[in-house]
Every structure is written in C-alpha cells, then in structure tokens.
C-alpha cells in the first residue's frame, strides 16, 4: 500500500540553523500538508500546498518557514532559524485532490538546542 | 473558526471491555468529522470519517463513532478492546466549504492492559 515517507525520522539541531525537512507523498496526490505537533500538545496545521503554490497557511507560518516542491516528487519544508520553541514533531501529509483524506508520515522529530 | 475538545487525556481500561472516547467541536460552519490512530512511533492513520448520510459510521479494526449534530459530539466507541489497540487517538474536523485544514483535538491515550 502506498504511504507518505518523510527524512530523517529525527534531527536536532542548534539554535539558529536552518534545517530541511523532506517528505515523499503518495505519489498520484496533489495536494501536500505540513502539520506539527509540540510535546503534549495539539496536532496543528501549519500549510497546504497545491499546483506549486501555498494554498492555506496558518498564523504559525511565519517568514521563518518555507515550503517547496524541488522536484517531481519530494515536498519539503525549511525553516530558516530554528527556534527553541520549534522543537516539535513535524508530520507531511497528502491527499489526491481537494477535500479528499488526508494521509499522513510518520512524522520527523527535530529537537532544537 | 473550529475547535476540537478531548477531555479524556488517558484511558485506561482492560482487554475486552468497551471504550468510548469523547470528542466535541465547536464550528461556527458545518464539518466534516474524523478520527486518527497513532500508534507508537507511527503516523496518524485515518480509523474513520463523518462526511454524510448515516450518522453511525463503521471504520476499520472494529472501532465506530456516532455524529450527534444537536450535541456537536463524535463519539468513538469499540465493544471489545484488544492490547492492540493501545495507542493516542485523535478527533479532528474540517469545513464541509473549503479549505483543507484539520483541526484536532489534544488526543486521547487509550491504554488496554490485561
């Protein structure tokens, strides 16, 4: 059965880095999501991006993040200086069209020191 | 704006009795209405949704959740738990309008022991 993967599975970093996180969705899906999830708290929803360009994107989604489709099948999402308060689980998710289930990674912890 | 509340944080309760784990919303539009498993060190998969019709939905390993629009309720219920099923579950919504943002809830760790 087809599933999203992401990389790395976990990565920590120092203040100030930036770092890319990657994610492979499920290849005939259009649409691609990025959520996150701090310890302990709520899964949020930070961007959905479709046709090459953000679609959505939440109040968390500041000019610190980025999102891009490098190629025809990786999705990623940067984060230019990481932030202690960054440290969180990052899930990539996707789905086949507009409204359809969206399928979600295992998720890539980065940890922020 | 929506928002998805689990009051139960924890559940503990032993294989083979029935669980149910409570989830409200608040939505000022209609939703559509989910439930996601995560089980250690997984992603979240989707257990079932709520789109239309019936109100009683079936989703996979036995689990199902009723939509109560008057009491904005989805509860998730299973007769007969097994160990396997010890994991963190998560209620979310999403509007019926557009957009393709889910919001969820903080989840509920449903713990079975023996």
């Known amino acids: 059965e087809p599933e999203v993967t992401q990389t790395p599975s976990h990565q920590v970093t120092q203040m100030g880095q930036e770092v890319i996180l990657r994610c492979v969705p499920i290849s005939n899906h259009l649409y691609f999501y990025w959520y996150r999830q701090i310890l302990g708290q709520k899964v949020e929803f930070l961007v959905s991006?479709?046709?090459?360009?953000?679609?959505?994107k939440s109040e968390i989604f500041d000019d610190q993040f980025s999102v891009e489709r490098p190629d025809g099948s990786n999705f990623t999402l940067k984060i230019r200086s990481t932030k202690l308060e960054d440290s969180a689980m990052y899930f990539c998710a996707s789905s086949e069209a507009r409204g359809e289930t969206q399928y979600f990674g295992p998720g890539t912890r980065l940890l922020v020191l | 704006a929506q928002s998805v509340t689990q009051l139960d944080s924890q559940v503990p309760v032993f294989e083979e009795a029935p669980v149910e784990l409570r989830c409200n919303y608040s939505s000022s539009v209609s939703v559509y209405l989910f439930w996601y498993v995560q089980y250690p060190n997984q992603g979240l998969q989707l257990l079932l949704k709520?789109?239309?019709?019936?109100?009683l939905v079936k989703g996979i390993n036995g689990f199902e959740a009723e939509f109560n629009k008057s009491q904005t309720s989805f509860h998730l219920r299973k007769p007969s738990v097994h160990i396997s099923d010890t994991a963190e579950y998560f209620c979310?919504?999403?509007?019926?309008?557009?957009?393709?943002?889910?919001?969820f809830g903080t989840g509920t760790q449903l713990k079975v022991e023996l």
């Open positions: 991006f479709y046709n090459n360009e953000i679609s959505e």
């Open positions: 979310a919504v999403r509007p019926t309008g557009g957009g393709n943002k889910l919001t």
């Open positions: 709520y789109l239309s019709g019936s109100t």
